[in-house]
């Protein structure tokens, strides 16, 4: 009888060791999870004008956001937004050019 109370007690206390172990593993992910918050990143639009000397490829590689993967993709998107043709613009000339921003503004 002494021997299957032993049996009984040790399977009890391996099972709460293990019961403890999951509870501290389960709350360390948990804490994981909740450090993890998502930044919102608003995309904007402003205009700036060509100063002597700039280049549509300089402009683009100050004003290229993240999710562009290259300074190419981002020239051929300024070109698109702004109607261009051609790599080539003027000093005074005006341009369209997208930034972002993690605060919102109305």
Request: net charge negative.
């Amino acid at each position: 009888m002494k021997r299957r109370a032993c049996n009984f007690y040790s399977v009890l206390i391996g099972a709460l060791i293990l019961f403890i172990f999951c509870m501290g593993l389960g709350t360390f992910i948990a804490s994981a999870h909740e450090n993890t918050e998502d930044t919102i990143v608003y995309k904007y639009y402003k205009s700036i004008q060509i100063q002597p000397g700039d280049t549509l490829w300089d402009i683009a590689e100050d004003t290229m956001t993240s999710e562009y993967e290259s300074t190419a993709e981002y020239v051929g998107v300024l070109k698109k937004m702004n109607n261009l043709t051609s790599d080539d613009i003027q000093a005074g000339q005006y341009l369209t050019v997208a930034y972002t921003d993690t605060v919102y503004k109305e």
